[in-house]
């Protein structure tokens, strides 16, 4: 039960625990417990946050620090050539992120700024992510993937610290990429989000508009599945000025994307070419999850004959029958909602693609 007598149970646990952590979760579970009071009770939500506020600092203080920034190793494996398909995408994304870092001397002589941001977007289960940590590997530069959720609290002031952290953290290890997953969650227009949630956005606006400096080797990269979502000042020139469309992949990706779900698992003779034809509009995590059920079909059988068989063409086909694509539904939401903000010029990709892909998907 969550009220103001349970609330001070827990605090009274903190102060006579002597395991520090036990303290800290105890300051922590009562400070979101007057995070919800706040929300039932809105005549003390004051009262209620700031002694929130206060026992929040207190757990915090007490368990050690969980640092929400997280570098990815370089790795041979991620690169470009480990994505299939997507090669107008690849070269965009050498021009515009890789060769400046690689080159400097070469684009400041043609007058052309190295590093701010790109923003990326398209339908979910299409590579974004993927795409983000090759081209850190093919940059050669520190990597920081952030999922913007991460970064959000509930406390007061605490979000705007984290993004704070997190620019200085890309600062150190210059040159270096920062690239914010679920980019809509944290850069969302300010003008539909509550009053301390327009906080986080001027804070990005802020760090963004310190890296002018010639002296700064940082590219920001975001994904979101949602661009009709991100503030339009997040959106200018000098900022997140550049947007690339990560589409669902195409006919070589897609039989691509097949024979490496299906390299470590026991097939008769498949066709991938085939499979790529049938699944025309799918995403990459519909065809995984294609892959997914038609290994299924033959792993239920076994367990029920105890006798094992490879998975079949047949297999795969009925599989493919019984998925049902997410980028249908993802393009149908785009459309609509680029429609009605008006935002058509903006993302020219998206509202061409989706007209392609209606009448496949029907």
Known sequence: MCDE??????????KGSENSQEAAKYYLEAAQ?????S????????????????????????KEKKTILKTTKKSAKITFDSIGGLHELKEEIRFKIIEPFKSPELFEYYGKSIGGG?????PPGCGKSLVAKATANEANMAFFHV??????????GETEKNIAELFEKARENQPAIIFFDEFESIGGERSEAAAHEKNFVAQLLTEMDGMDSKDQKILLLAATNEPWSVDSALRRE??????LFVPQPDFEARSQIFELEMAKRPTEEINFMKLAEMTKGFSGADIKSICEHATNIPLKESLVTKKKRKISMKDMNTAVKETDSIVK???AKAKRQVEMKHMGEFFPDLIQRAQEVEPILL
Do not use: C, H
């Open 33 to 37: 417990m007057l995070v919800e009071l």
């Open 147 to 156: 999922k913007s959720s991460d970064l959000k609290s509930k406390f007061v």
């Open 118 to 122: 790109i923003l990326m977007y398209g």
């Open 39 to 62: 929300e039932k009770t809105p005549e003390k939500d004051g009262e209620f946050m700031d002694m929130a506020n206060k026992l929040y600092l207190k757990g915090k203080k007490l």
């Open 329 to 331: 539904q993802w393009y």
């Open 5 to 14: 007598k349970a609330v001070m149970q827990r605090v009274k646990l903190a």
């Open 238 to 243: 000098g900022r997140f000025g550049k947007t």
